[in-house]
């Protein structure tokens, strides 16, 4: 599948790696190559997934318990009353920027996993990256200049990424969607049961936020 899901979208293999982790992290289970190499639609992706879950069927809403989980969570760590929120509550309202690492850390504490809410801005991405990209180049020459700013940028852009502060979503409901995807069996109200309408709903979420695949192209029969 590595192989052929490239093609979808001429998909660059480090984002099909970080979905597939993704994936993996949300439904708890292992998706290895054997596995994987005669799978070609996403029909049979999720009968795979839903077949190494092997888990009971349950219709549950499993974003609509992430939102409860995540609004008490919220509660919790800032003392605002719970009533107050709501899936259209704007997260600037709730974890505003001169505290909002701390609050978010304690959140991320509570639910007992990470969100991934926070990123860098994007103009401080894109001048890391492009000094990541000439530091390579550079490096054919001049290989300890080139090694040297290899390292630093490198550095540079994992700091960006663990103290950014920039939210790429904008309300309540919009993260708790994102958690029900990728902490999918977490964010159920009974972790011992999944729902496999939903699964195949996930797997398309990820699929379309990951590798910016447009959802139309997403039915059971596409081929990978």
Sequence with gaps: M????????????????????????????????????????????????????????????????????????IATVTGIDKCSVTPQT??????????????????????GFKTNLLQAKQWVVSLFVLTLISSFITSFYNWPVGIAGLLSSGISLKLAGKFGKEMHLKTVGDLANKISREHYLRSRRNPCTVSKTEIEQKVRELLTDDLDLEPIVLTRKPPF
Aim: net charge negative; aromatic share 6%; glycine share 4%.
């Design 2 to 73: 590595n192989q052929e899901i490239y093609k979808l979208n001429n998909v660059d293999s480090q984002d099909v790696g970080d979905l597939l982790v993704k994936i993996q992290r949300s439904f708890n289970i292992k998706l290895d190559n054997e596995g994987l190499k005669d799978v070609h639609t996403l029909g049979h992706l999720c009968e795979v997934i839903i077949h190494k879950i092997n888990l009971g069927h349950q219709d549950r809403c499993t974003a609509q318990h992430a939102f409860y989980s995540l609004r008490n969570s």
């Design 90 to 111: 704007r997260l600037s309202q709730i974890f505003p920027k001169e505290n909002r690492l701390q609050i978010i850390a304690e959140i991320e504490n509570q639910l």
